[in-house]
């Protein structure tokens, strides 16, 4: 079964401008997550949606938001990219019961010049 | 709201040592607790994970014990070897109101030398 797939790998943005990542999940998950990972704050949960629908969002400002689609792919965009967007953005999908295990892609390294 | 606090590295052992790394959580309801391990220029990769008190997560030699009497899940492996170095994560998923998000503790570099 193929792992989660995430694309791009590697992307480098000016400020100012807009950027979209993309994320496949494992065939059959329905649930796809995104997190944010700096050296300074670690971690961080974006937001979760299942069949196309935002179930949770965590604490980032609006220039953060995010889609479904019907075959579950999902993307998330960020516009007006600051130098603090630089991170590693990774991706995560599951079954979406409780509890059940999040696979992750590799992550799309965004660097904010 | 929820937080998982880690021991923060690095942790530097020589190989076949014993390893520990502790981590507590603070969490409304009933948490499930997971330790991902992340690879140099890689994902994270679930290690193992409890989902009640007293449950025992196992694997590859790690192990941890879900303590809720001292709301911890620290991470133990009896002998490491070089190929474990890689940077832990000690996460909490929340029934109880934050579903579907993982929240993580800071991470620990572990590095192993011959």
């Known amino acids: 079964k193929a792992g989660v797939t995430q694309t791009p790998r590697y992307l480098i943005k000016t400020r100012g401008q807009q950027v979209t990542l993309s994320c496949s999940p494992i065939s059959g998950h329905r649930s796809v997550s995104w997190y944010q990972q700096t050296p300074g704050q670690g971690l961080q949960f974006l937001f979760e949606?299942?069949?196309?629908?935002?179930?949770n969002k965590g604490n980032f400002p609006g220039r953060f938001s995010g889609r479904q689609f019907s075959n579950s792919r999902s993307e998330m965009n960020v516009s007006t990219l600051e130098l603090g967007d630089s991170a590693l953005y990774l991706c995560?999908?599951?079954?979406?019961?409780?509890?059940?295990?999040?696979?992750f892609g590799p992550g799309t390294r965004l660097t904010v010049l | 709201g929820d937080s998982v606090t880690q021991m923060e590295g690095p942790v530097t052992l020589s190989e076949e040592a014993f390893l520990t790394i502790n981590c507590t959580y603070t969490a409304t309801g009933y948490p499930s607790l997971f330790w991902y391990v992340q690879y140099p220029g890689e994902g994270l990769q679930l290690l193992l994970k409890a989902t009640k008190a007293d449950d025992k997560g196992s694997n590859k030699g790690f192990e941890a014990t879900y303590r809720k009497e001292t709301t911890s899940f620290h991470l133990e492996k009896g002998s490491v070897q070089v190929s474990d170095s890689a940077v832990y994560f000690c996460a909490l998923e929340n029934s109880g109101g934050s579903n579907y998000k993982l929240t993580f503790g800071k991470g620990t570099l572990l590095t192993v030398n011959p």
């Open positions: 949606y299942f069949s196309e629908t935002q179930r």
């Open positions: 995560a999908s599951s079954s979406s019961r409780v509890a059940d295990t999040q696979y």
